[in-house]
């Protein structure tokens, strides 16, 4: 389930890249498309990926990152005052 976060976060554009994908580690075992509550990995063929606009869905948990055993995701926060804002919580 898509988890409805409108309203509860704001979001400051600029991020850039900041979850990126090793595909040669990858064992397409799919526990980050599991994972992610907002449904931004997908499986294309015999590849994973990150959606096109991720950068302004993601809710920067890293859990995509936490989940994969195959340390085949870069996580980082985005730099400089940019990405999501938490209204509440
Ligand atoms: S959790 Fe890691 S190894 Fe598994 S499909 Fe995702 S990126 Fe690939
Ligand atoms: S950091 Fe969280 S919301 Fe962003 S892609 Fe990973 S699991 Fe999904």
Do not use: H, N
Not at 24 to 43: A, E
Not at 66 to 86: H, K, L, N
Request: net charge positive; glycine share 12%; hydrophobic share 35%.
């Amino acid at each position: 389930m898509k988890i409805p976060v409108a309203g509860l976060v704001k979001r400051v554009s600029g991020t850039g890249d900041f979850i990126s994908l090793d595909a040669d580690k990858c064992t397409q075992c799919g526990r980050c498309i599991i994972s992610c509550v907002m449904q931004l990995w997908k499986k294309t063929g015999d590849r994973i990926g990150l959606i096109k606009d991720y950068q302004s869905k993601c809710l920067e948990c890293g859990a995509c990152y936490q989940v994969c055993d195959a340390d085949a995701i870069r996580f980082r926060y985005p730099q400089g005052g940019t990405g999501i804002i938490y209204e509440r919580g």
